[in-house]
């Protein structure tokens, strides 16, 4: 793809998480796209470099880190473009989860989306454009197991309807994308390839199969072109159709 005419040639993404998984995935799609990407995420993509990507190392789960970042962000100023993807999964059952669990998901999955949304908004609105997008989870349909997350990834979903409704008069439109059973490093390391449960996940999917980082990447990458100006507020499911099944095999 040429550079010059691709859809987000000139634009400046920031991206959460961008290191593994989905994250890498994206950054991959929008360095192809045309944008210049910045990634915050724990530690740098080994072994993966761009002239157009810049990494930055940082702990999203952690308060103090994350308004450090902001404030650089801030003085930025530029950014088109935002994607707070980073995320992770606690597994237990209601009895077991701890103030801990609750304080870690609620500052990665909410409290960074907010600051950092922060961070670019004032940018945005000087331009009158800007395209936000948070990653939510089938999850929040109901999973036995995940009290937190379904939580915190339930409230990204509220806060971004808030969120399109505050922008849209500056030309920003705000959406969510919620994946599904999705076969990425942090799938694995539970339900490593060849674990009969795995198996048995992917046939519980009505169109049987696990996702790939690249299906959710293609649903953002949609949000993100400036030519879709007109959608706002919105959650797509990218789920292989595991958001209306009755029941799923986790």
Request: overall charge neutral.
């Amino acid at each position: 793809m040429s550079t010059s005419r691709a859809p987000l040639h000139g634009q400046k993404a920031l991206i959460t998480g961008g290191s593994t998984g989905i994250g890498a995935a994206l950054c991959d799609l929008l360095l192809e796209l045309g944008a210049q990407v910045v990634s915050l995420s724990r530690s740098d993509r080994a072994g993966f470099s761009h002239p157009r990507l810049t990494q930055r190392a940082i702990d999203l789960s952690d308060p103090a880190a994350v308004k450090g970042a902001a404030a650089q962000i801030a003085r930025e100023g530029d950014y088109d473009i935002l994607v707070n993807n980073a995320g992770r999964v606690i597994h237990k059952p209601l009895e077991e989860v701890t103030d801990q669990d609750f304080d870690d998901l609620m500052n990665l999955h909410v409290r960074a989306a907010i600051l950092l949304t922060q961070a670019v908004v004032p940018g945005m609105k000087q331009r009158r454009y800007g395209r936000i997008v948070n990653l939510s989870t089938r999850a929040i349909v109901g999973l036995a197991g995940r009290t937190v997350y379904s939580a915190s990834k339930a409230a990204i979903v509220s806060m971004d309807r808030t969120w399109s409704l505050e922008l849209a008069p500056y030309g920003i439109t705000v959406n969510t994308v919620s994946p599904g059973p999705i076969g990425t490093p942090m799938l694995d390391a539970g339900l490593p390839v060849g674990d009969p449960k795995r198996d048995a996940l992917a046939a519980s999917i009505p169109l049987k199969r696990l996702g790939t980082a690249e299906d959710v990447a293609r649903a953002i990458a949609f949000f993100l072109e400036p030519a879709n100006e007109w959608i706002t507020g919105q959650n797509l499911f990218v789920c292989g159709g595991s958001s209306v099944a009755a029941t799923i095999a986790l």
